[in-house]
C-alpha cells in the first residue's frame, strides 16, 4: 500500500494464543488500517481495518496492547472527547475485518 501516513506503532513481543509467535510491530495509520509486521521474518503477519477508508476523521494518536488484546485510540470525529476500540489478537492475526473489512 502506498499513501497512508503512518499515526502511531506498539512493538508486541507475541501472542498467548502461541506461545513463541514472532514479535510484531503492530502501525496504524491514517486510512483506518492496523497492519503487524514481524520483526524477525520481516512479513506482514496481519492487516485489519479498523475503520472505513472515507472515515477523514479518523487520525489513531496510539496503539497499546498486552499478550491479548490491542487497543487504538483516536479522537472523535465531532471534536469531543477521544475514543478506544479495541479487539482480540487472535481476531486480528486471523484476518478478520474490525471494523470496515480487509486492508
Excluded: Y
Excluded at 510491530?25 to 483506518?32: I, Q, R
Excluded at 520481516?42 to 490491542?70: I, K, M, Q, S, Y
Excluded at 485510540?73 to 474490525?98: D, E, N, R
Aim: charged share 10%; hydrophobic share 50%; glycine share 16%.
Amino acid at each position: 500500500r502506498t499513501g497512508a501516513s503512518v499515526r502511531a506503532v506498539h512493538l508486541g513481543i507475541g501472542r498467548a494464543e502461541a506461545p513463541g509467535a514472532e514479535p510484531a510491530v503492530w502501525v496504524a495509520d491514517a486510512k483506518g488500517c492496523l497492519t503487524a509486521t514481524g520483526l524477525n521474518s520481516g512479513h506482514v503477519l496481519a492487516a485489519a481495518r479498523w475503520a472505513e477508508p472515507d472515515v477523514a476523521a479518523f487520525v489513531p494518536v496510539a496503539v497499546a496492547g498486552n499478550a491479548t488484546h490491542l487497543f487504538v485510540i483516536a479522537p472523535c470525529a465531532g471534536g469531543g472527547k477521544q475514543v478506544v476500540l479495541s479487539a482480540p489478537i487472535a481476531v486480528l492475526m486471523g484476518g478478520s475485518p474490525v471494523g470496515g473489512g480487509h486492508c
